[in-house]
């Protein structure tokens, strides 16, 4: 059996040395409620498949994909991520 490793990208901020996580956790459960599929994005929230897999890979993207899928669900965007800062 393959494990998957989880892999987290770390915004540093170049001033304040704060590292910022992004989490996408909120999405995924609110697309199982919706019981919707990943795949459902990429048609009906028109984004790439390749912004799904920097989400799925709790990578950074763009405000404009963010935007898209809250507008596809009806949601804010605090509704699907959440941002941890560490030091």
């Not at 304040?16 to 909120?26: F, L």
């Not at 799925?56 to 898209?68: A, C, F, M, R, W």
């Amino acid at each position: 059996k393959a494990i998957r490793r989880q892999r987290q990208m770390c915004i540093r901020d170049r001033v304040s040395g704060v590292c910022m996580k992004v989490c996408y956790d909120k999405l995924w459960k609110l697309l199982f409620d919706k019981k919707l599929k990943r795949t459902d994005l990429i048609k009906n929230a028109n984004i790439s498949s390749n912004v799904l897999a920097r989400m799925g890979h709790e990578e950074p993207v763009s405000l404009d994909s963010i935007g898209k899928i809250c507008e596809y669900l009806g949601c804010k965007v605090d509704d699907i991520i959440e941002i941890n800062y560490e030091e």
